[in-house]
């Protein structure tokens, strides 16, 4: 269950005062106690309303207004937790240090419940939040966790990441039945890590049906996701249909360490969730850096907007099926 804190804002913060560092030490030791216990997900404070505009929907139109906004109840921050229920949550709330200057009262927070997936009416769209979740819940976790890529970074300090899931992987588990799509599962991660092995990558995170790999050469990324395609490709004559998305994106992870663990991390994962069931598509950077090999054959590039990234990413398909024999001419009567 995830709730959300919300701090509402005062006239010290709508007037730009920051907090002092008695003030600053507080939060921080309450958002490391929330780390500790496993129930931190994130938190930050907003600018004032003078940075702010609004996007109002009009029967003529949308209407930008700019800030500032002087009515009660305006948001000056915010913490989200995922804790076991509601009364953890509430224990959590109450523990948040007064979010204003000593001699400020009548403040409050607001705690809110988020809606989780399992909430609504499940079908495709539902499905799709599902898959994106889960590419962004493993971006998130990496970012967290630091993980040490020393034996997946090539010599100049760039790492190519690798993020996979199952498309329609609910769909999946409805059909065949919780043994039957088990089974399934370790079979579609066996070939995974088999072709990670092959390929000298490096196993960041795996959940669910979702991994995220990583890899001191973008050749070595390419191969293993051609790998894990084809060997699909194999088995699905013989079994249920696997449709696996593979997205790729290479960043720098030595003189830019937040860089990796931010917008590398994250576009990688976006660019993942953009592909199509068994489909590899690759950043723009990725395709540069192995197509003067001649060893891989792209789809004409699309540019297209990514969640939560400003400006337009140019993405390209990875051809990694061979094409379909040519029929033999029949022989002439």
Not at 60 to 67: A, L, Q, Y
Not at 214 to 243: K, M, W
Request: hydrophobic share 40%; aromatic share 8%.
């Amino acid at each position: 269950m995830r709730f959300v804190i919300l701090v509402k804002a005062t006239k010290n913060t709508e007037a730009g005062v920051l907090p002092t560092e008695d003030l600053l030490q507080a939060q921080l030791d309450y958002n490391e106690s929330l780390m500790e216990a496993g129930v931190w997900v994130d938190g930050n404070g907003f600018r004032p309303t003078r940075d702010a505009w609004r996007v109002n929907y009009e029967p003529d139109g949308v209407r930008v207004e700019e800030g500032p906004f002087d009515e009660e109840g305006l948001i000056a921050g915010y913490l989200i937790m995922e804790v076991g229920s509601r009364e953890e949550a509430m224990e959590w709330s109450m523990r948040q240090p007064k979010p204003a200057f000593p001699h400020e009262w009548g403040v409050h927070t607001e705690v809110r419940q988020f809606f989780e997936l399992d909430d609504f009416v499940q079908g495709p769209a539902v499905a799709r939040f599902r898959e994106l979740e889960l590419l962004d819940r493993m971006a998130a976790d990496a970012g967290r966790d630091r993980p040490d890529l020393t034996a997946a970074t090539a010599p100049n300090g760039t790492v190519t990441l690798l993020f996979s899931d199952i498309e329609g992987s609910t769909q999946l588990t409805e059909a065949l039945g919780d043994r039957e799509w088990m089974n399934l599962l370790r079979e579609h991660n066996e070939l995974v890590r088999a072709q990670l092995a092959a390929n000298h990558g490096f196993e960041v995170k795996a959940q669910g049906d979702g991994f995220m790999l990583a890899f001191a050469s973008a050749r070595d990324a390419l191969n293993c996701a051609i790998g894990i395609q084809g060997g699909l490709a194999e088995r699905d004559a013989s079994g249920p249909v696997l449709r696996v998305r593979i997205g790729l994106h290479t960043g720098e992870t030595i003189k830019e360490a937040d860089d990796f663990f931010g917008k590398a991390v994250i576009l990688a994962a976006r660019i993942a969730g953009e592909a199509r069931g068994s489909e590899i598509l690759v950043s723009s950077l990725v395709r540069e850096l192995v197509e003067h090999t001649g060893e891989f054959s792209f789809e004409d590039p699309t540019d297209t907007e990514l969640k939560g990234l400003s400006g337009m990413h140019r993405l390209s398909s990875l051809r990694w099926a061979e094409p379909a024999p040519e029929p033999a001419p029949e022989p002439a009567v």
